[in-house]
């Protein structure tokens, strides 16, 4: 009876969370925005994502533009991996973290990484874009965004590259806010951006420095005083003007301007540019065009109690001003800089770091599941699943086995549909078949994830467990043995030979 125990643990989970038991739990999410100007990624990339640093982040949000999207690069790209994807991928996976989301349009791209114990629970993932590029038909400019609920809570993030030049402060915005108006979602409860609990904004926003000349930005630079510029940022001049800028919030921008810089150097650009006639020496003024701003939903306004009928008020605003009593959602930036060490592109890297304290709405993934007894390539093996939630299942719904530190959702070993393979169920406890022939015959640490259709997400992973090297294709000198230190196939061979 050890579901049905489990089935009553989810259920007096959910009545702990709704009597208001719970206490709030904090994450920490690393968020990383870089116009890195066609550029290939560089061969190392933990101090952009601080590695080092004794607290780990829950989530990785990487937000880049200007990723190169060359014919022949961006066709290979959609087949395979584009290079910083999988760089990213390639360095987060054997920290288990997992690729949830990602999408690209042309040179903007967004990746979404989790940690995997906090994969089931990250649900209602949508992606979408906006081109603004070339009267709104170019991908060059424009936004992504990631949409999802993290335990409940309603969060998207959105990668924005938005027009060029001095002189087009108010373009920017109008561009903005029709990202902000065009982008839909198939969501009830948060179609629209503005809707979600927490946004985050990002990305190469390329808003200038105006009226300061070269000489005292330069200066204001050297000496740290970087206040003196704050007034003259167009970004916070909009934000005067602009009720739906207000309501972003920003960190002090206590660093250096990200932006230009002559390539591989930390020199603010010195280059002459050609014009029609002659070479002329203007340069382009340092600017903070890389920004990382969030907005958090305001609380629902409490009900009109002059109305005459309170009862005819918005549903909707009840239903949120109760989450928001039940569940609040806290989030504090804990830090807000440069990463002045990368110079492959004329851009520097920006990254926001910050703690969300929310209580969880849900605590129980939808489904537990597990391997049956051992496994190998020698026998045909059973997966045992059991659901602890109501969710909608559909004959779309599949197993995934996956090497632990596996990449990303689509990074199985194999895969089996759970309904066309079920080969014993009740209400409680059901089994799918998994054949011998689908077993990798080298075997390893795995896990099992189940994928739900409906949901478009993992809702379930299991503990890790060994899958046994085959001793069928030992014996027939298949696969290679470890023999005093050194790879040597089964029959004796020296593979080096």
Known sequence: MEE??????????????????HKGDSFRLHIVTWNVATADPPDDVSLLLHLNSPKSPDLYVIGLQEVYSGPLRFVSDIVFDDPWSHLFMSTLAPLSYVKVSSIRMQGLLLLFFSKMEHVPFIRDIQATYTRTGIFGYWGNKGGVSIRLSFYGHMLCFLNCHLAAHMKYATERV??????MDTQMFNCTKAPRIIDHRLVFWFGDLNFRIQDHGMHFVRSCINNQTYSLLWSQDQLTMMKKKEQLLQEFEEGPL???PTYKFDLNSDTYDSRLYRTWFAFNG?????AWTDRILWRLQPKASPPDESSEDVSTQEPTVAEQREEDEEFPLKIKQDLYTSKME???SDHKPVIGIFSLELRKMYEIPLVRLRAEGDWSADIDAMVVYSPLQPFPSSSW???GLYMVGFTSMSDYITYTWVKDDEVAFNEELMQVYVSKEEIPVRGGECVLCYYSSALQCIIGISEPFKVHESKVAVEEGLVPEK???LNRTAGGEDVWN
């Open 4 to 21: 049905t125990e489990e089935q009553s643990d989810a259920q007096q989970s959910d009545l702990s969370l709704k009597k208001g038991n």
């Open 174 to 179: 109008d561009e903005f806010e029709y990202i």
């Open 397 to 399: 719904d599949w197993i």
């Open 483 to 485: 023999i005093n230190g």
């Open 254 to 256: 206590d660093f250096k």
């Open 282 to 286: 203007k340069k382009r003024k340092p």
């Open 342 to 344: 990368y110079s492959i």
